[in-house]
């Protein structure tokens, strides 16, 4: 078989046009999420290595001028500009109509580093002081403060990942006056998050689900990364129950199925089918044997169908671009990403779901979109393609943006 080809030049005239063209109409509905698709835009030219050679000073000027647009005056970002009304007309009796937004704070912060701002102009302070009041009793955190200081939305384990990763990012090693969040109860809210199949849920008794089970390790990650020397959690330790199950069900999530479009359309003939004879059923249920002979025949494995194997995120579920990185990350963090068989994922990103006009579907034969384009290049870089920068895990920025952050006053010294 054809040896698979990384397009890097596809993938960067795809981020560009991102860019500097207008979006499809389908991105619509997340203009008020504008901040996440500038980080994958950014984030993804600067992966590719070309932010600097493809964009002007002045243009990359204006992009951090439009984050500290989304700054709120009392600290945090919002996701977009839409809501803000302007200073003059802003009160405490109207601001929690235009809230600072955790997720969105996060996202702004990176962005700002990966293009080389030194934060400055961040609300440092301000920022601090207002993530204690997003965490709630339970240990997790909300989405924003609305009218009297309530805390309101989120609860699962992004927004415990984005306060973890925005305390990081703006403590540093030297820390700060500002009173801390609970990092006790936000870690007995994470392991609480941890199920039966040792992967981890949204929240206590859910479903384990990549996705949160990466913003989990990754909130732990950030924490521990500023507390060198004190026990690790067990969900960190190699040889725990809770670290080796966690393991096992992360590597369990490799798959041959993939969902292609031949799967799909028998899929979709079986239920023609039995639309066409709803009797069908109904008879079928008096003889059991009979109902058995009619459940799908699954194809058996077959070399050639092992070639291609991407991530799924839950149990049962097809492969999906974007858990090639949920899954690979968080055994990166782990250090077990060994583990897995990163020839057959290579293969399932770069055949099945690499575009031919750049950037990565979600699925065989689905048209790219940011986020399956920026999280399909990264689970390659984790596995040092060429022509990809390198990639830390937990911050899902390149290492050389993150050395820069490390530059920052307040990631130079420990405090006395
Ligand atoms: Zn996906």
Redesign the pocket.
Known sequence: MTEAAFNRERHLKYFLRCLKTFLPSLYTSNDSNRILLAFFTIAGLDILGELQNKTTPEERKGYIQWIYHCQVPSGGFRGFTGTDFGLERRNPANESWDPANVPSTFFALLILVILGDDLSRVKRTECLQWLPKMQRENGSFGEVLGPNGEIEGGGDLRFCCFAAGTRYILRGKRGSDVEDLDVDKLVEFIEACQTYDGGISEAPFCESHSGHTYCGIGALTFLGRLSEGDKSVALLSPGSEAFETLTRWLVARQTSELGDDEEDAHEEDDHTESARDPLNTAQAADNVDEMFGQLPTLPTPSTETLEWAGFN?RCNKYA????SFWNGATLTMMDRFALVDADRNRRYLLDKTQHLIGGFG??VGEPPDL??SY?GMVSLAFQGEAGLEGVDPALCASHRAVRHLHTLPWWQERAV
């Open positions: 995120g999906d671009t974007c858990y979600k699925g986020l399956h999280f």
